[in-house]
């Protein structure tokens, strides 16, 4: 089956067939969530990546409140002291870092996460220089040297991707960031012969490029439009090389949604679709009623972990839970899809038709989240696991 969304995205698939109370404590500050506007008063098109400013014309990543301010700094205070032990204690790490990272330790929190880094503090810098140059050494092996047929089409692929990953992002349109993202997938690529390059492995770069160059960048500087060729290269090397280790450790667990057919990601919207119908069934029957086939809106969810759903920012405060979750995201990345949907079950209720469905499910109005919606979105879908995870049967079985 072939289908392609509103962004031109090709989606070739070959079908055969309660909070948990730490999170929850006053300590992790949390703040009135804003309702999102009508999906019918606004339309968004998150297959086409969203900007990273908000309604100010600054970058979002620096709209913040007093509140929001107040929260950053406490939470602050209790990450560094444990980034500075002598043997990080992982777990409590990641306690911390499930409800958000602060954006002044994101980037090391990240390479922690990721087991990018080890626990060791002494051990940290000599393992970063060894694996920069082995980045390095993997570069000048085999992009900066001739290309066989297969290798050839690979890079052909990225190189056609690339350009049209994130339009409305300039950051993205630079030449110098874009031959960045050329070598982090084609080494990838190349280094994971059983999957290959497929789209969507792209989105998932930019995520750890974003966050590697806001370490390097002015507080106050604009994200959106920064010249990246005005770094110094061993700046650029660094958010090269850190992007990529950290990408490669992040696929290791999903690596199944991209080997052949991508039958990973077609089992999980069969568990999304089978989970669906244990928790609501009025809008599980809907969609059936109407005609829409859970692997035309929710393949995209799967495939880029909703990237091409939510602004930037907000990914990038999902990724923090992500990268948290002790047992790996890849199970509980069902749930967040979950919770996603059901958010918007009174919206999708009310269309009518196969059109008016798929026009909302692709274009879900997400324009105006923050961390306050993914905070809830991460919450609800800890409640759903929590609930569901261990009933019997409730992936194999259920209404249909």
């Not at 911390?96 to 922690?112: C, H, N, Q």
């Not at 994130?166 to 012969?193: C, D, G, N, Y």
């Not at 809008?283 to 059936?288: F, G, Y």
């Not at 109005?365 to 905070?375: A, K």
């Amino acid at each position: 089956m072939r289908t392609t969304d509103n962004a031109g995205y090709d989606m070739t698939v070959h079908v055969t067939c309660f909070v948990d109370p730490q999170m929850a404590s006053p300590a992790h500050c949390t703040s009135t969530p804003q309702v999102p506007n009508s999906p019918h008063s606004q339309r968004q098109f998150p297959g086409r990546p969203q900007p990273l400013r908000g309604n100010t014309g600054r970058s979002k990543f620096h709209i913040q409140s007093r509140e929001g301010a107040d929260c950053e700094t406490s939470k602050l205070e209790r990450f560094q002291p444990l980034l500075e032990t002598q043997l990080l204690n992982l777990e409590e790490l990641r306690q911390l870092s499930w409800s958000g990272i602060p954006v002044k330790v994101r980037a090391i929190t990240w390479r922690l996460l990721s087991g990018y880094l080890p626990a060791n503090f002494e051990r940290r810098q000599q393992v970063l220089e060894r694996k920069r140059l082995d980045y390095r050494n993997l570069v000048k092996q085999y992009y900066d040297t001739e290309r066989d047929e297969t290798r050839q089409d690979i890079y052909r692929q990225i190189h056609i991707d690339i350009p049209r990953m994130s339009p409305l992002i300039a950051l993205f349109q630079q030449k110098t960031v874009q031959e960045m993202f050329e070598r982090i997938l084609f080494i990838w690529a190349i280094r994971h012969p059983a999957s290959g390059y497929v789209q969507g492995i792209n989105d998932l770069v930019t995520p750890f490029y974003v966050v590697f160059l806001q370490e390097v960048i002015p507080a106050d500087g604009d994200l959106d439009n920064w010249e990246v060729s005005s770094l110094p290269k061993e700046q650029r090397d660094i958010i090269e090389a850190d992007s990529f280790w950290c990408l490669s450790k992040f696929l290791d667990g999903i690596q199944d949604n991209y080997i052949f057919a991508q039958l990973g990601i077609q089992h999980k919207v069969n568990q999304l679709k089978e989970l669906i119908q244990r928790i609501d069934g009025p809008l599980h029957r809907h969609l059936q009623h109407h005609g829409v086939d859970y692997l035309q809106f929710s393949f995209r969810w799967m495939n880029n972990l909703l990237t091409r759903e939510l602004p930037l920012h907000c990914t990038i405060r999902l990724w923090d839970t992500y990268l948290a979750e002790s047992d790996g995201f890849a199970s509980f990345q069902l749930y967040v899809c979950a919770a996603f949907l059901l958010h918007w079950r009174r919206e999708l209720l009310v269309e009518k038709d196969f059109q008016g469905l798929m026009l909302m499910l692709q274009n879900l109005p997400t324009q105006n989240w923050s961390d306050s919606e993914i905070g809830m979105l991460v919450a609800e879908a800890y409640r759903l696991k929590f609930t569901f995870a261990d009933a019997p049967n409730h992936l194999q079985s259920g209404e249909r």
